[in-house]
């Protein structure tokens, strides 16, 4: 394991603290039934969980990409089935885990007027997820891994179902069996690796040479169960009904980590386990990417729910997502990193934007929220930001991504580049049109003005810190850069080092 491993003895195990503090928070939550307590102890430990992830960044080596604060234990020995306790990051996985750290206490923020019914329920499931989450991202043995996978699940689940809208009941089951189908393959997956390699060790399986065949079923089973959580077209039927009916808190987890759990197993596990597969697929994944980032834009064209078109309009945003990741090239994956933090931070502002207006009028329909700029200065003001970043305008973080992303591109195929261009278009047409009536729509909101307040501090703190790194990473993108770069490029030369010649020719003639 040296030789995956940066495992340093007697250091503060900050992966083990970082994942199980929440989970610790939420088993204090479980002794008391005072709601308020429930409210601040659960921003309390998020924060905390924030500050000391921040560490992770500080004491990040980026030159190396070995994974780094590992952990390694023995967990689990039955005869032959050795599993183990083994996590650690690299410059792939670091921003993921920063990024979740970051949004949950604010999501705590976001709910705290929202949620008015178990209330400490409420707070245990967030807890629960952001243990989940993290853990998904850190985690280097399969087992661990797919256990955090399928505890996301639950949680998620009940978030939608108890707390959720009118059509709660439908959305919850259909997000419930679409995800759990995904587990399923990638189960199938897991344990046809492990017969391969006796081993559950994601790092060792990275790199081995498997036949042809066997890559392209591992490979199958992968993709359609990571392109079900992101969702790639035509596997997104469930997100629009999800985000709809979930409560504010719940939208900004579903899109700013769990739809990226899908894309960081695109990185994690299709490229550098099944190289030679990955190549072969390539070019069909590709353009179902362009045919996800022209039916996101279209579609959420036509939407007067604020909700279902920021739903749709993620459809879009994660096409370009995928499309980096499969040019096989350094700026595109590099792209496809960044904008996956920059949809998190920009996606997430927006639920909480819609979350806020909600709460005042009772309603996400554009023309209940129409011409409300001389009522809530504060609020549009953010709102356009925001707005401006969904559409990649420059200055603003997702004009980074998507430019990193339009480049690798076209360095690898012209045509299915040029294809992805309107997609930008798309994004500035529902972004501005949804802007241009909550902004200046017109003076007759249906609304009773008393009822329009403006922001108060507490929702002002909540979205501050998502501007600050619009305009931090779209301004000074350099320090997020600079920790993926050895990692991406050791990533692209595990991709080209083991392909076979044949598997490129084939692809070449497939894409032009």
């Keep these: 394991m040296d030789d995956f491993l940066i495992i340093k003895d007697g250091v503060f195990p900050i992966l083990s603290s ?16 005072n709601e308020n307590f429930a409210k601040y102890w659960t921003l309390l430990v998020t924060v905390v969980t924030a500050l000391i992830s921040l560490q992770l960044y500080f004491g990040f080596d980026p030159t190396t990409a070995k994974f780094q604060f590992a952990e390694h234990h023995a967990w689990i020995t039955f005869q032959n089935l050795k599993i183990n306790y083994t996590l650690g990051i ?72 108890i707390w959720g809208g009118p059509r709660k009941t439908y959305a919850s089951i259909k997000f419930f069996l679409y995800t759990l189908a ?37 490979f199958l089973a992968f993709f359609l169960a990571f392109a079900i959580k992101v969702p790639m077209f035509p596997f997104h039927t469930w997100l629009p009904a999800a985000h709809v009916e979930a409560p504010t808190a719940g939208s900004v987890i579903l899109a700013s980590v769990l739809l990226k759990m899908g894309t960081y197993g695109f990185l994690r596990f299709c490229l ?10 390539m070019p069909y994944v590709l353009w179902l990417s362009v045919a996800g980032i022209l ?14 078109l920021i739903a749709y309009s993620s459809v879009g945003h994660m096409g370009f997502v995928t499309l980096g990741i499969f040019v ?12 996956m933090i920059n949809h998190g931070v920009t996606t997430g502002a927006l639920f909480l934007c819609v979350g806020m207006i909600y709460e005042r009028t009772h309603s996400r329909e554009l023309a209940d929220a129409t011409g409300i700029g001389k009522l809530m200065p504060w609020y549009v003001t953010f709102l356009a930001f925001f707005s401006l970043s969904s559409l990649a305008f420059p200055g603003t973080n997702s004009f980074v991504g998507e430019f990193l992303i339009l480049v690798g591109g076209f360095t690898k195929n012209k045509i299915v580049a040029g294809c992805a261009i ?20 017109g003076a007759n909101n249906p609304a009773p003005h008393g009822q329009l307040l403006d922001l108060n501090l507490r929702e002002i703190a909540t979205l501050a810190p998502l501007l600050l790194f619009v305009f931090w990473i779209g301004l000074s993108p350099a320090p997020f850069m600079e920790v993926m770069h050895v990692s991406v490029a050791h990533l692209v030369d595990q991709v080209s080092n083991t392909v076979p010649v044949q598997a490129v020719t084939m692809a070449g003639l497939m894409l032009p």
Excluded: H
């Excluded at 970082?18 to 088993?27: D, E, K, Q, R, T």
């Excluded at 990638?186 to 990275?206: G, H, T, W």
């Excluded at 550098?272 to 697929?281: D, L, N, V």
């Excluded at 997609?423 to 949804?434: E, I, P, Q, S, T």
């Design 422 to 441: 309107p997609g930008a278009v798309l994004a500035a047409a529902y972004m501005l049109r949804m802007l241009q009536k909550v902004v200046w729509g």
């Design 18 to 33: 970082v994942i199980f503090l929440p989970l610790a928070g939420a088993m204090v939550l479980l002794l008391s039934s």
């Design 182 to 218: 995904g587990s399923v393959l990638l189960l199938v997956a897991i344990i046809a690796l492990y017969l391969q390699n006796e081993s559950f060790s994601i790092p060792l399986m990275m790199g081995q040479a498997y036949s042809s065949n066997f890559q392209i079923f591992v």
């Design 328 to 339: 096989l090239n350094k700026n595109g994956i590099e792209g496809a990193i960044l904008q």
């Design 272 to 281: 550098p386990i099944t190289p030679e597969a990955t190549i072969t697929f």
């Design 295 to 308: 039916y996101g834009g279209f579609t959420a064209l036509a939407q007067s729910d604020m909700k279902k």
């Design 90 to 161: 690299d410059g792939i996985s670091l921003l993921l885990v920063l990024m979740t750290t970051l949004l949950l206490p604010l999501c705590v923020l976001g709910s705290w007027r929202y949620i008015q019914t178990r209330v400490r329920e409420f707070m245990i499931c967030l807890l629960i997820m952001e243990t989940s989450m993290i853990g998904v991202f850190v985690a280097l043995d399969f087992v661990l891994f797919y256990i955090l996978w399928e505890a996301m699940l639950i949680p998620m689940y009940l978030l939608i179902a």
